[in-house]
T-cell receptor, first 114, second 112 residues
Framework: DTGVSQNPRHKITKRGQNVTFRCDPI?????LYWYRQTLGQGPEFLTY????????KSRLLSDRFSAERPKGSFSTLEIQRTEQGDSAMYLC????????????FGSGTQLSVL | TQLLEQSPQFLSIQEGENLTVYCNSS?????LQWYRQEPGEGPVLLVT?????EVKKLKRLTFQFGDARKDSSLHITAAQPGDTGLYLC????????????FGAGTRLAVHP
C-alpha cells in the first residue's frame, strides 16, 4: 500500500497519560499536515511540515502537543498529560511539492481519553 | 461562526432518491473542494471547482460552484447505499501553505 499510513488506528488511554501517533506519508511527498476531527465536525488544521521544517502551528496546538518530522519522512504527534477533550480522530495528510497539488489523507488515529 | 456552512447536517434517504447538499459562505474563494469520508477513514477528494458557475460531473454526482464563487452544491442522482458517508466541502486558507479549511459536513445515509 503506497498511501498515507497512520499508526495506531485506535488508542485508548487514561487521562494524564502521554500518547504518540505516527504518520508515514507517501514517500515522495514533502508536505505533511496534521488535522484533528471531533464528532460532528470537519477536520481542523493543527500543524504543517515542509520536509523537516514545522512551518505553521494552529492555536489549537496547545503546549501539551508536539509534532516532529525529524528526517523529512515520517512524522509523530505527541500529546502529553491527555485530557478528555483530546478525544478525537487525528488525521495526517501529505502532498507533493506544489502547494496546489492534491492532498492524500491517512485513515487516522482514533483517540479515546477515559 | 464557521467559514463554510454546510446543510443539511444529516440526511437519511431511500435508495434511488435524488438529493442536494449545500456549502455556503459569505467569503469569495478561488476554488472549492468536495470530499467524501467513510466511517473510520480519512477524507477522499471528489472534485475541485475553480470557475464561477462551473459544473462538474462524476458519474451520478453533479457539483456546481456558485457564480460569485461563495457557495457550492452537490447533487446526487439515484442515490445508492455506497454513497453513504460524510460529505465535506473545503477551501484553501489564504494565509499560505495551502492548508485546508473544512465545513462541518453533511452526513448522508442511503438505505436499501
Amino acid at each position: 500500500d503506497t498511501g498515507v499510513s497512520q499508526n495506531p488506528r485506535h488508542k485508548i488511554t487514561k487521562r494524564g497519560q502521554n500518547v504518540t501517533f505516527r504518520c508515514d506519508p507517501i514517500s515522495e511527498h514533502n508536505r505533511l499536515y496534521w488535522y484533528r476531527q471531533t464528532l460532528g465536525q470537519g477536520p481542523e488544521f493543527l500543524t504543517y511540515f515542509q520536509n523537516e521544517a514545522q512551518l505553521e502551528k494552529s492555536r489549537l496546538l496547545s503546549d501539551r502537543f508536539s509534532a516532529e518530522r525529524p528526517k523529512g519522512s515520517f512524522s509523530t504527534l505527541e500529546i502529553q498529560r491527555t485530557e478528555q477533550g483530546d478525544s478525537a480522530m487525528y488525521l495526517c495528510a501529505s502532498g507533493g511539492q506544489r502547494l496546489n497539488e492534491k492532498l492524500f489523507f491517512g485513515s487516522g488515529t482514533q483517540l479515546s481519553v477515559l | 461562526t464557521q467559514l463554510l456552512e454546510q446543510s443539511p447536517q444529516f440526511l437519511s434517504i431511500q435508495e434511488g432518491e435524488n438529493l442536494t447538499v449545500y456549502c455556503n459562505s459569505s467569503s469569495v474563494f478561488s476554488s472549492l473542494q468536495w470530499y467524501r469520508q467513510e466511517p473510520g477513514e480519512g477524507p477522499v477528494l471528489l472534485v475541485t471547482v475553480v470557475t464561477g458557475g462551473e459544473v462538474k460531473k462524476l458519474k451520478r454526482l453533479t457539483f456546481q460552484f456558485g457564480d460569485a464563487r461563495k457557495d457550492s452544491s452537490l447533487h446526487i442522482t439515484a442515490a445508492q447505499p455506497g454513497d453513504t458517508g460524510l460529505y465535506l466541502c473545503a477551501v484553501h486558507d489564504s494565509g499560505g501553505y495551502n492548508k485546508l479549511i473544512f465545513g462541518a459536513g453533511t452526513r448522508l445515509a442511503v438505505h436499501p
